[in-house]
């Protein structure tokens, strides 16, 4: 590839923007094609929850990318603010992780154990603790692991910044273009789309959940498939809960205009984006429970997104075997806007530097089909 590299990020939801804003203050000159419009696939749906130990309770690779991540997102946050303008919520407040019986607080005891062994900073409270850290918690919280240096960013507001930013380095975004095939052109890597070829450098393929459905020549389709998640947006009535609220049938995270975030339903119904009543009143049953207060709290919105899930919950980062100089950037299932920051470095090191993270090998996407 030449000085200014010439690339195609595929997808502009919260990966594809991460990647194509780092490429871009990287020097590269990168364009962003969506078939929609910017955030508007499983990110605009996100509680943009940043907890690596609690979705990855073992150590492992979905682990190590989550702390890695994580230990990024000061910067990151940082960055995108100053080169955007814009004002990004995000809050390091902790996160509180509620059992509701005793078979559960024992889990969060091992839990804590193996944390504290691994230089995490945590603490089991017992049921009148874990009221004092969390006055609004309901009779059914029988104790809580409070981890402090977990908490939340506004994924909406984050995609909007890092486009905006990303553009400010020279991005382009092309909205309302579907890359329907991908395959090794005579100037380059050429993509089809709806209007017309595309011929770049490189391709970053971080369609989400439609991965699998961008053709790949000589490669079988990634084996990704969309999880509906629901999620709602309450009025809170009261004094602000403290920081994230996490228990077995949904969480809430408390924003500093009044609203409360409660998620999420987990749903393999396809590429279906309704919101149902079942979800709707599941969720709310859920937050009742744990947070009886939200009985009088104001309903606002539904959001409906689809997660890209893999066969094994891990993400497919890395290299195409079949195309050279395409890399895939997705399969982030219920943590993409944790890893963004992390699988915006490993993509521009790959492309720009051909520097490929040790990281990166279990979530090859090659370990699928050959791919
Ligand atoms: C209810 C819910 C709650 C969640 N909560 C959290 C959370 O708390 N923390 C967390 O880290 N993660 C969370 N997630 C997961 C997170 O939202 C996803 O992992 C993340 O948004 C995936 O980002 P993405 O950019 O890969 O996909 P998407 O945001 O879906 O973006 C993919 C983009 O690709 C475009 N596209 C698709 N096909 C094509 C094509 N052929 N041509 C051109 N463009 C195409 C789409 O239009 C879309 O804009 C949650 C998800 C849901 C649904």
Redesign the pocket.
Known sequence: MGERPDITV????????AVAYELGRRGADVRV???????????????????PFI?ADHPGPLRALGVRSLELYDEFVADVVADSGDDVPYERSGTLEVATDETALSRLERARQGLVSAGVDCRLLGRAEAREAEPHLGAAAWGALLVPSQG?VG?VALTAALCRAGVRHGVTFLTS????RVSVGDGGIEIE?TRGPVTSDAVVL??????G??VVDGEAPLPIRPV????LRLMWPGAPLARVIWSPRCYA?PWRDGSVLV???VEEVGFDERATVAGVTTLLDAVRDLLPATRDAGFDEV??????GTPDDLPALGWSRAVPNLVH??G????????APITARLVADLVLDGREDPLLEAVAPGRFNGA
């Open positions: 595929v997808g502009a939801g919260i990966i594809g923007c094609i969506d078939r929609r419009n910017v955030g508007c696939g499983a990110t605009q749906a996100s509680a943009g929850v940043l907890a979705e939340f994924a273009r579907t890359a329907r789309t971080a369609a989400g959940s439609w991965a459905r961008v509906r998640g629901q999620l995270v998620g999420a339903t959001r409906v997104g689809l997660r890209p950037a997705t982030h299932y219920r943590n993409g806007i944790l890893l």
